[in-house]
C-alpha cells in the first residue's frame, strides 16, 4: 500500500539537500492563483491545498534533520508517527473546531458542505497538525542550533508546584468566564446556531478570545505537569524559552506564507474578526495574533496522549 509518509521520509534520507524541493512544491502550489475564481471548486483547493502542506512537511522535515540529526518523520519508524501524532492532532482539531469556529464563530469553510466537512475531518487535520508541527520543530533546532545560550535555570520545585495550581485555578475560571460570555453572546442572535460554510454574525471580543485560547492551553500544560510529563509552562516558569520562540518564528515563516496563498482562493474564509480593518498582507491583524494558539495546544497535547513520542518537543538543556 502506498505509503506517503515513507515516501517523503526516503527522499529526505538520500541526501540532505532533498529538502529543499519542498520549497518548489510550495512554489506551485501557488499557480492555483491563476486559475479564474469561476472555476474554483473544493477539488482543485483542496488538491493545491495538499501541494502546499506537502512542500511545508518536506522542507520542514528535512531542515529540522539536517540541524538536529532527527526529526518527526525520520523518527517514524520507531515512534510510529502515525498513530501517536494522529490521535493527538484529531483531538486538537476538536476543541480548535469547537472553540474557533462554532463557539466563537471566526471562520467558515465555503466550499464545503457538512458531509464533506465530516469526511475530509479527521485525514485534513492530520495533514494540517502536521504542517504546524513540522515547522515547530524546524523553528526549534534552529533556535537550539545558533542561540546556544537559552538554558533552563533551577528553581525550587514547591514554587514550581505552586505555580501550577495557581495558574490551573485562573485557567479554568478563564474559561468558564469566556464560555460564559459567549453564551450571552450567543443569546443576542437568538441562541446557537451552527454552519460549516455559511457566516453567522456574532458580537465576539479579541480579549476574551485571546483569553479562552490561553487558558485552554495552561489547562493542558498544568495536567501534563500533574501527570509527571514535560510540559512547556514548567520550561517558561524555569527560564527556558527557546520553545516559545520557535513557535513565534514557525508563526511566521509558516503563518505568513499560508494565510496569503489563501487570500484569493478563500478555501477557508475569516468571519466576526475583532478589528478586521486593522490588516498585515490584507488579512486582519488578528488572525496573525491568533496562531500561536495553532502551536501549543497542539504540542501539549501530543506530550499529554502518548507515553512516548518520537521527538519531544521541548527538550531542554540543563
Known amino acids: 500500500m502506498f505509503n506517503p509518509v515513507s515516501l517523503v521520509r526516503n527522499i529526505l534520507k538520500e541526501k540532505d539537500t532533498n529538502y529543499l524541493w519542498g520549497l518548489l512544491l510550495v512554489a506551485i502550489s501557488f499557480l492555483v492563483w491563476l486559475i479564474p475564481k469561476e472555476q474554483h471548486s473544493l ?16 522542507f520542514f522535515d528535512g531542515l529540522d534533520y539536517k540541524l538536529s540529526g532527527s526529526s518527526l518523520l525520520i ?13 493527538a492532532a484529531v483531538l486538537t482539531g476538536i476543541i480548535f473546531e469547537f472553540l474557533v469556529r462554532i463557539v466563537t464563530k ?3 469553510y465555503p466550499y464545503f458542505t457538512p458531509t464533506i466537512y465530516l469526511i475530509l475531518f479527521v485525514p485534513g487535520f492530520i495533514l494540517y497538525f502536521l504542517i504546524i508541527a513540522e515547522s515547530y520543530y524546524a523553528c526549534k533546532s534552529i533556535l537550539d542550533k545558533y542561540f546556544k545560550k537559552l538554558r533552563i535555570r533551577k528553581t525550587s520545585p514547591k514554587l514550581i508546584k505552586w505555580l501550577h495550581i495557581i495558574f490551573l ?3 479554568i475560571v478563564g474559561i468558564l468566564y ?10 443576542k442572535i437568538g441562541g446557537f446556531s451552527h454552519s460549516v460554510n455559511t457566516e453567522i454574525k456574532l458580537e465576539t471580543n479579541i480579549f476574551i478570545t485571546m483569553m479562552l485560547g490561553t487558558c485552554i492551553w495552561i489547562v493542558m500544560d498544568c495536567i501534563g505537569f500533574f501527570l509527571k510529563k514535560e510540559m512547556l509552562l514548567n520550561l517558561l516558569f524555569r527560564g527556558y524559552l527557546s520553545p516559545f520562540l520557535a513557535v513565534l518564528l514557525a508563526c511566521i515563516l509558516l503563518g505568513i506564507p499560508m494565510e496569503v496563498w489563501n487570500i484569493p ?3 477557508w474564509t475569516y468571519t466576526n474578526i475583532p478589528y478586521a480593518d486593522i490588516q498585515l498582507f490584507k488579512i486582519p491583524l488578528f488572525v496573525f495574533l491568533s496562531w500561536p494558539f495553532h502551536y501549543l495546544p497542539l504540542l501539549s497535547m501530543y506530550v499529554l496522549t502518548n507515553k512516548k513520542v518520537g521527538k519531544h518537543p521541548y527538550t531542554a538543556t540543563e
Open 178 to 187: 469566556a464560555f460564559y460570555h459567549y453564551y450571552n453572546a450567543h443569546l
Open 265 to 267: 482562493l478563500n478555501l
Open 43 to 58: 477539488l482543485i483547493l483542496a488538491t493545491s491545498f495538499s501541494i502546499f502542506g506537502l512542500g511545508c512537511i518536506m
Open 75 to 87: 523518527n517514524d519508524k520507531d515512534s510510529k508517527l502515525s498513530k501517536t501524532f494522529s490521535l
Open 106 to 108: 471566526n471562520f467558515i
Open 169 to 171: 485555578i485562573l485557567g
